[in-house]
């Protein structure tokens, strides 16, 4: 018999990314940029199966093992854990009828894809917040397109963002029950839009500081506090806030800067690293933020975990400024339109965008990094004043 409960309460929270062992078969994955899940390995029928166990946010280790006690005692019986899991969810799924139930049901059905297993609440808050209060409480199966438009028409026009957004998690949330086996409208959410026309919506870009008053913002970011070495490291990479906000040290190396896939803007296990080249003002403002750092991040907070996302936007309301921090990537792309002579390819691959079909993709093996190098040498140049 394997050695039981090798892990401890303090090791689960502090131990760094990778893969551990507690014994019989349950193993600890934690992630780079925090978090964590539980998965229990078991051999049935000669295959191995592997099974998650939940987030170590919501899953505690005593609870951990407690579960893979219950799942092994069942390969004991010859029975497969992960089909007697599903089938345990299909029969409570039959006794399911709400829309609440359904939609939470949906929701812990996808957390896999969602970034951080959807704690974010990205996902599920335009449910939340616009739908469920009104038709939480009626079975699927009554729910018709009537319904839908008369729930979402007071912001169809003026949250049209927050309205598509509940429009196609609920239409999910009807195909999900359809798969339970309940009797529902796949067409009601098509319906719905016919009602309520076609959305009158202007789009609002994150409002950006022309490039030309960069250089001055950035000179006035002279004190060395966190947030302001923070926004000189966002102007200078063009980087968006949270991969900043989640830099860790074991990220850089060298001059490179390489942002896991996971927490960049997209599906975790679908996005590709991004290696950002540092310029030599970049290095400078991190080894000036390194005081600041603890348990591996560039930018922690004061208390505990990394600065908010919230840090850097309040620092530039209060300076009375319209502009925002995501804001500084428009200022860099219309930067390299109207200054340089950069390819439009090379400038889209700097701020992390998909350039080019699945084909093109597929044949393009160069990430342009020494082209980027001197556009970012470039950047820091106009930034910093030097003109290079």
Same mark, same amino acid.
């Given at each position: ?12 929270? %502090?131990?760094?990314?990778g893969?551990?062992?507690d ?6 994955h934690k ?7 539980? @998965?229990?390995?078991v051999t ?6 592997e ?8 899953? *505690? ?10 799942w092994r005692?069942?390969?004991?019986? =010859?029975?497969?854990?992960i089909?007697?899991?599903?089938r ?10 709400v ?8 929701f ?5 894809? +969602? ?18 209060p009104?038709?939480?409480?009626v ?8 319904d839908?438009?008369? *729930?979402?028409?007071?912001i ?15 239409g999910?949330c009807?195909q ?26 202007k789009?609002?870009h ?11 913002f950035?000179?006035? #970011?002279?004190? =060395? *506090?966190?947030?302001?070495?923070? +926004?000189?490291? #966002?102007?200078? %990479?063009a980087a968006?806030?949270k ?10 190396e060298?001059?490179v ?6 927490i960049?803007k997209?599906?975790r296990?679908? %996005?590709?690293? #991004?290696?950002?080249?540092? &310029?030599d ?7 000036q933020a ?5 348990d591996g991040?560039?930018f &922690? ?9 919230? *840090? ?15 804001? @500084? ?11 340089t002579?950069t ?7 700097? #701020?992390?965008h998909?350039? =080019? =079909?699945?084909v093109e ?9 020494d082209?980027?190098r001197?556009?970012? &040498? ?11």
């Open positions: 018999m394997r050695a039981l409960n090798r892990l401890s309460a303090l090791k689960v929270k %502090t131990a760094p990314p893969k551990y062992a014994g019989g078969g349950l193993w600890l992630r780079v940029g925090g978090g964590g899940q539980w @998965f229990l390995r049935i029928h000669g295959r191995r199966r099974m998650g166990l939940g987030s170590i946010q919501f899953v *505690t280790l005593k609870e951990a093992r407690e579960s893979a006690d219950r005692a069942l390969v004991r019986k =010859g029975i497969d854990p089909k007697e899991r599903q345990l969810s299909r029969d409570a799924g039959r006794s399911m009828h829309l609440r139930d359904i939609a939470q049901d949906a812990e059905s996808r957390k896999a894809d +969602l970034k951080d297993d959807g704690r974010a609440g990205r996902w599920f808050s335009p449910l939340e917040l616009h739908v469920l009104r038709l939480g409480s079975p699927v199966s009554q729910i018709d397109q009537k839908i438009r008369d *729930t979402l028409a007071p169809w026009h003026e949250k049209a963002d927050t309205a598509r957004k509940a429009m196609n998690r609920l999910i009807l999900h029950a359809a798969a339970l086996g309940l009797d529902v409208d796949l067409q009601a959410t098509v319906k719905a839009k016919a009602l309520l026309g076609r959305q009158k919506h789009v609002q994150v409002p950006a500081m022309p490039w030309p008053e960069v250089p001055s950035y000179a006035s #970011l002279s004190e =060395g *506090t966190i947030t302001h070495l923070a +926004l000189r490291l #966002l102007i200078l %990479t968006r806030s991969p900043l906000r989640l830099l860790r040290l074991e990220n850089i060298g001059n800067w390489t942002i896991p896939g996971e960049q997209g599906l296990d679908r %996005t590709p690293d #991004l290696a950002i080249p540092l &310029s003002e970049a290095l400078s403002v991190i080894r390194l005081p600041h750092a603890r991040y560039l &922690s907070n004061i208390n505990q975990g990394v600065i908010s996302n919230a *840090t850097m936007s309040r620092y530039m309301e209060r300076q009375g400024l319209v502009a925002r921090p995501h804001g @500084f990537r428009s200022s860099f792309r219309d930067w390299c339109a109207e200054a002579d390819p439009r390819e090379i400038a889209e691959i700097a #701020l992390g998909v350039v =080019g =079909g699945a993709r597929a044949y393009r093996r160069t990430d342009y990094l082209q980027r001197l556009l970012m &040498s470039r950047w820091a140049g106009h930034v910093t004043g030097r003109n290079i």
